[in-house]
């Protein structure tokens, strides 16, 4: 970002003839929100009460402390004297790098650590923020979590109390809906289309906000290649979205796996994180990232970027319930992306990201030869999805009812195939004629049988409609 300034005009004559009028200096960094400011956001105001054991484990780290702390049971007890893993290397995917983990690292990885992570990685994926959003250090810092969804949780428990409203776009992924529910929170739809959340709902949903009821506390968005939609949001669209979080005061919650997944044609639009840079000031966005998708689902580690008051809260609630992420995979994990670098990392995110391109090209290829007239979806750009809607009404019958995708579910697992009914990722529940297709597991020469096994099961429930009669659906 950089900000035009104008030379005085006295000043411009003195320098020489060919100089340009105005010149192009860096923007003053944003101010990052002070602590205070997120009072009014936490839940049961400062309330929450650490583990006691977690609130000292800091002072062990002091040099010449000596610490009769933590029940850590010693390291020389447990039997592993060291372990080796290999991984494919991402500038060249015909190489196996070995990697080998002994010693003082060994015994790191076997032991508990401090809540927010091991400090190595919490460096690397503080710098992976300043690679990949140009974040450096406004008042914000990194903690890690088992998966996102750990700290999805635990953020939103933070902020929510019983009662409280929340954003959320709809469709929005199923597994942060419960989420909502569980805490009591008040949830708001906000409309999408196949760009993403549409900031002229959220702008009415505000204009129009009772003035008897409190803001909503934090607005939910998958902004890459959402889960279910598929689809990602413009830099525009998000732009106009921070301004109205900054305008009507509420938090945006970016939960964002499929940030290095995508595969658009177009360059990557930036993200919240990014953009709140472009704002007076900073700390309305709380960033969730996953390794999930692009090194393993199976290691647990999602890491969570936002304000330090924010990012604090969150570490609470882990020191009473998870204590901390698995130091072991944290290890596997810091050892792997240490030795690719950001730039291996991101090498190996774009192959990633090809390989679901290829996926999603060979998907979509079988839907046009099977699926035309009998569905409809928009192509994504980024994640593993296709937000499909399904044409199950009476073609022949322009006012007939659209339809709910569960009536074809039993349907098609008797052709075979297992689909998500998109009813898992509608806030309110309502009935709706789309359902969620992931292509990312089946082998390529089962993706078209797949889409033949669906088609056949929408053509059969579109004649169990016309027998039974449009009521029914
Ligand atoms: C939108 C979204 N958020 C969060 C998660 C949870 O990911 P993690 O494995 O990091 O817990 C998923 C997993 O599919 C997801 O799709």
Known sequence: ???????????????????????????????????????????????????????LEHYERQPGMLTLLAGKPNTSVFPLTSFQFTATSPENPSRQDQLSVTGALLAQSLQYCPTAGIPSLLEWLAGLQAYSHGRKKEGWRVTTGVGSQDLLYKATSAVINPGDYALIESPSYAGYIPVLTRLKCKIISIESDSEGIKPSSLKTVLENWPKSRPLPKLLYTVPYGCNPSGATTPTDRRREILALARKYNFLIFEDDPYYYLYYGKTPRPKSYFTLELEQPEVGRVVRFDSLSKTISGGLRIGFASGPETIID??????????????????????????????????????????????????FECAMQKHLVGLAEWTTPDAGMFFWIKLLLADPTDPSAPAGDSTTVLQTALAHGVVVLPGVAFMPDGQKTPYIRASFSQLDDNMVEESVKRLASAILETRRQFRSVGRAKL
């Not at 002070?34 to 583990?51: E, H, I, S, V």
């Not at 609470?316 to 992306?337: E, G, N, R, W």
């Open 1 to 55: 970002m950089s900000v035009t300034i104008e030379h005085d005009s006295a000043v411009s004559t003195s320098l020489t003839a060919q100089r340009d009028a105005s010149q192009t200096f860096p923007a003053p960094a944003p101010l990052p929100l002070p602590r205070d400011f997120y009072k009014q956001f936490l839940a049961d105001g400062t309330q929450m009460k650490q583990n006691p054991i977690r609130s």
């Open 313 to 362: 809260a969150v570490d609470i609630l882990s020191s009473i319930s998870t204590l901390q992420a698995s130091t072991f995979t944290q290890v596997i994990a810091d050892t792997l992306l240490r030795h690719w670098g950001y730039a291996g990392f991101n090498a190996h995110a774009e192959r990633a990201a090809a390989f679901y391109r290829r996926r999603r090209d060979l």
